[in-house]
């Protein structure tokens, strides 16, 4: 009876396909299938900037349990989660809407706290919230929609990778997976001691990465953001752009936070599994040309052509061997 | 502890002022207090374009009970319900965004026909769905936000009504209500009989009116939707345009719907209470000058000054007696 989040996408792809799209008389570049909409409108973008607009849901239960966040935490979660699309495309943003829902658990207190750090959020990332919608439920749930704009000619898809581009990444990954795990052993608002400290950061209060994201439009070929865990969305990545992704190892290893090796270790984790696996990292993962690498950028692997007996996919090498990436995070809070 | 819909908004109309919108340095219109965001973008809306941006929600036990919608009624009116606050600003569809998130009740029948409708919906309106975000959860939501583009000197806000204005709607009020009430009573998927057809219908299946709403844009002076009764969102017109609002009873009566009369009057209810408090009508409320009334607009009041003696606010006359009208509705369907 019910339905994997895979098979429902796969419904939805396949009955809203962009030909529809593209017969309403505008110019929808990319719909469904990349972590932002990208629309080209006559009148409103001559000079080739394009619209991006994305759409993230932070929900209690789903996302987040109440005895795991503050307001302010899931105000700026959600905040930041659902504008990580946008530097993912090489965009700026231009304004987010949020459509709330208030559970039976809000207070004015609550409310105020979420409000204000929303203002926060809005004034440090240059992103004005200018509107949205309340609706009171059974549960708390925070949609927020995003738009930003880009020059059509730097816009950065997922599926731009090209053979020989280097594999960046910008920002951190399995941090927030760490911080998951503290809170699923053990329900707190505390703010953590030592190594927990950053990982419990990283998971209540990610940063979508703006500036690196529109200065990544002129140099890199393929952009998206790490959320559902670096080896399911390199692999997306990789059948996007019909090319293999092969991740080194230890490159992997080598950009890992002292943070996590350290809980990881006091814990008795694996910390490269959780960088592959864990989610909500809002990370980029970049491809370009190594002559165009900024600074900000990890490298972490190589873009390979597939071909016979080389399909498409993304691999984890470390010496000889070549394995497979699988797998994935979904969004569980109580598993 | 809990808190109600309008103490939460009002404590985001506080927190969010249209001042620190304005700090971004973008020109940002209307946030946050109107039926959906406009902004002005520099270099995309060279030609007076601008853009309106809404969301809304349709959410599980919140606006609908799963026993009495299809996933045709779901997608139908989840969709339309957020498109409306498109024509309520006097501007055109561009795109719609959807977060859907999927309860357990939920299967791959459920979610095509759901996708096959919303795609209908899509074409029939000239609002390409391009993407979204999917979500599993304790029960099914639907978000949706829709991008519309308007002429910036056409652009229809509830500020703008007028003294001497008429009052205009365009469509019909009472008969969703109405349909609310049959399933309040009776939960059922049936399509009804006789006179309940259309109040069902009415419910399930609403019509954001694009054309009506485009149409409007040169000819009226404000213009809202009518989603929380009219007696409310004619009181919030009023007071964002700091006038007299006051509707003919007469006037009222003579537009309700020949199966609103027949329900009301077979089930012993008021039809002029359905019609001034009922919800989710979906019409237009506009008022405008006499001499450019389009042909669709039914007139059922005047705009009058408010002063000394004479509240801005919402009123009814009939006669000689003027009351004031207050209320509405508040989506809550087990009530």
Redesign the interface.
């Known amino acids: ?3 994997s ?1 895979d ?3 796969r ?2 792809k396949r ?2 396909p962009r030909a ?2 593209a ?4 110019k ?1 570049r ?5 972590d ?2 990208l ?1 080209s ?1 006559g ?5 080739r ?1 394009e ?1 991006v ?5 932070c ?1 209690e ?3 987040f349990l109440w005895q795991w966040m503050t307001p302010e935490d899931v105000a700026h979660k959600a905040f930041h989660a659902a504008l990580s699309d946008i530097p993912a495309m090489g965009a700026a943003p ?2 987010a ?6 559970g ?5 207190a609550w ?2 706290k979420f ?2 750090q ?2 926060e959020c ?2 440090t990332t ?14 708390t ?1 925070v ?1 927020t ?1 995003v ?1 930003g ?1 880009v020059d059509a000619r730097r816009v950065l898809l997922r599926s731009g990778a090209k053979p020989k581009d280097e594999v960046w990444l910008i920002g951190q990954i399995g941090v927030a997976g760490a911080g998951l795990r503290l809170l699923q052993a053990r329900p707190t608002r505390s703010r953590g001691r030592g190594s927990q400290v950053a990982c419990l950061e990283a998971f209540r209060r990610p940063r979508a990465l703006v500036s690196e994201g529109k200065k990544l439009g002129p140099l890199a070929h393929a952009c998206m953001d790490v959320s559902d865990g670096l080896a399911r969305d390199a692999g997306q990545l990789a059948e996007a752009s019909g090319v293999r992704v092969v991740l080194e190892q230890a490159g992997v290893e080598a950009i890992l936070s002292e943070s996590l090796k350290d809980l990881a270790r006091s814990q008795g984790w694996d910390a490269l599994h959780l960088a592959l696996q864990g989610g909500e990292d809002y990370a980029l993962l970049a491809t370009g040309p190594k002559e165009k690498r900024p600074r900000f950028a990890q490298v972490i692997g190589r873009v390979e052509q597939a071909g016979r007996g080389s399909p498409v996919g993304a691999f984890l090498s470390s010496g000889t061997s070549l394995r497979a990436l699988a797998g994935g995070f ?3 809070p109580r598993k």
Chains 1, 2 share one sequence.
């Open positions: 009876m019910t339905i989040e098979a429902a996408l419904i939805l009955t809203l529809y799209s017969a309403s008389g505008r929808v990319v719909g469904i299938g990349d932002a909409a629309l409108h009148q409103l973008s001559p000079s900037q619209l607009w994305t759409v993230d849901a929900e239960d789903t996302h231009v304004a809407l949020c459509q709330l829902t208030l039976p658990r809000v207070s004015a409310l105020s409000a204000e929303q203002r809005a004034l240059s992103t004005p919230l200018v509107g949205g919608n309340i609706t009171l439920g059974e549960s749930r949609i929609t738009l704009s979904v969004h569980r």
